[in-house]
């Protein structure tokens, strides 16, 4: 619960050094994105273990952030609420990082044979990092982003600003992944990471998730000794309802049923809104590169050698798009404050970007005919790259969707936080419930998306269609339905954000 007091306004670097550690994990995400797939496969992972890595994302974010919310919400430590999951969250990366990267050479060493195309030791001990990679992150990002609410001191502008720096650094730690993996001599800098059961791929690989773990550690260490924390004390915290015979599981079940119970309108708007806005985003977010390869470029994962190689091309075009998407990203999260209140707020800035982003999903189908009409033109064993002008059209997509994807990455968290602190509410557990409305609709997409496409044919377009009439359900929403904060004119007014 939150004290209600008179606070001081913190100074904006500390919200900018807690900021920070977003490009810490995004910068472990983007590698995951660019080399674990092939790396993967070279451990012969069967695809029943593939489904189940991948479930591990949306199931941790719909069990531990609720939970990591509502513990650091009520934590007494005397280092403060939110720095002890920071800290705890970071040291687990670390340690899951180093399980992935490792996993050859742990295997190897356990007994896996380098003769054999499926090594099961290995694949265990990738699955057991992977998975508590993905708890870990939920341990780190939920509580770092109720720490910039708290250092916003309730102040609805500084709350704006905070989460958008989160999403600059986001955009921050995708660049310097993405450029990260790209680097294929990268593995010279730490010779001994070659070794008789892990490759140059690998070793790169490994020599990338070691600069992540310094990377990360060396900006949490820096956040958390830099930027100070006031303890709560036991009553601030609520616990005399524990002490009084409910035990702390049964206290967290019962506070997020009441959560629920109590939300007020604004916030199931919110909830919704951010629903339909994940539910477009997502088809993309998992096949982007996927439809460069196969519908832009033309190839076939699994065709001829000319097809195969013509996908590659087309994946690795796919990446030079996400780059340039987190570059637009990072600009847009700079710019998100003075854009929003020259067209009236957070909420329609929202609702007009969620218009791009339907417009965007909307022109991959005419990227795709174009291409798909070029190759028609010049026949089917015309097995070359687009011409510039198809390629150029493609990347300009990825980069027009950093902007709507700034405002994805920061203002629904800022509109939480807005809500929460309007009703007094426990920041931690009210972002991990906002976190819900993300992590189902993933559940719902990653089931629907495969029949929907199978049902029109094959291919991403239909699930991209699919996204772009959410995308555009969810603008209307926001503009018309979703509320303006009651006091941000107030809060506004006072000046407060603005000092340093």
């Known amino acids: 619960m939150e004290t209600g007091q008179t606070v001081t306004p913190i100074p904006l670097w500390n919200i900018v050094v807690i900021a920070a550690i977003a490009a810490g994990i995004q910068f472990g995400w983007a590698l995951q994105l660019s080399l674990l797939t092939p790396y993967v496969q ?76 499926t090594k099961p030791r290995a694949v265990a001990i990738f699955v057991t990092g992977f998975w508590i990679l993905d708890v870990a992150n939920n341990m780190l990002q939920g509580p770092c982003r109720a720490f910039l609410a708290d250092l916003s001191s309730n102040d609805h502008k500084r709350m704006r600003i905070a989460n958008a720096w989160f999403s600059f650094f986001m955009a921050v730690g995708n660049v310097l992944g993405y ?6 001599g990268l593995h010279k800098l730490l010779p001994f990471t070659q070794t008789t059961a892990c490759d140059v791929y690998c070793a790169n690989l490994k020599t990338c998730f ?12 820096t956040a958390i000794t830099t930027v100070k924390e006031t303890p709560i004390t036991r009553k601030e915290a609520g616990d005399e309802e524990d002490n009084e015979g409910r035990s702390s599981g049964r206290a967290f079940f019962a506070e997020l049923v009441m959560a629920f119970k109590t939300l007020k309108k604004p916030m199931w708007f919110l909830l919704l809104v951010t629903c339909l806005n994940w539910m477009a985003w997502f088809p993309f977010l998992l096949y982007d590169t996927d439809w460069m390869g196969a519908e832009v470029y033309g190839g076939k994962v699994k065709g001829s050698a000319s097809q195969q190689k013509l996908y590659d091309e087309g994946v690795r075009a796919g990446a030079l798009g996400l780059m340039i998407n987190s570059i637009v990203l990072a600009f847009a999260s700079l710019g998100l404050e003075p854009v929003s209140r020259l067209i009236g707020g957070v909420k329609n800035m929202w609702g007009v970007v969620n218009l791009i982003l339907a417009a965007c999903l909307a022109a991959t189908v005419w990227v795709t005919k174009v291409a798909e009409a070029w190759r028609g033109e010049h026949g089917p064993q015309m097995l070359t790259p687009p011409p510039t002008s198809i390629k150029t059209s493609a990347l300009a997509l990825f980069g027009l969707l950093g902007i709507p994807l700034a405002v994805t990455f920061s203002i629904p968290f800022a509109l939480a936080s807005i809500y929460c602190s309007e009703e007094g509410g426990g920041q931690g557990l009210s972002l991990g419930v906002l976190n819900l409305s993300i992590v189902i609709p993933q559940m719902i997409i990653s089931v629907i998306s495969g029949p929907i496409d199978a ?46």
Request: hydrophobic fraction near 50%.
């Open 210 to 221: 070691i600069i992540d773990i310094v990377f990360l550690l060396s900006i949490t260490i």
């Open 179 to 184: 450029a990260a993996g790209s680097f294929s």
């Open 455 to 500: 049902a029109f044919g094959g291919g991403n377009l239909p699930a991209f269609v699919l996204g772009s009439i959410l995308a555009a359900i969810s603008a209307l929403l926001a503009i018309f339905a979703l509320p303006n904060p009651k006091t941000q004119l107030p809060l506004n007014s006072t000046g407060m954000a603005g000092a340093h």
């Open 42 to 117: 070279t451990l012969g992972v069967p695809h029943v273990w593939a489904a189940f890595i991948w479930l591990c994302g949306p199931i941790s974010g719909l069990v531990v952030q609720p939970i990591v919310g509502y513990s650091s919400d009520r934590c007494t430590s005397r280092i403060g609420r939110r720095r002890p999951f920071i800290a705890a969250g970071a040291c687990f990366v670390a340690v899951a990082v180093f399980m992935i990267g490792f996993a050859k050479d742990i295997g190897h060493r356990s007994g896996d044979s380098l003769q054999n195309p």
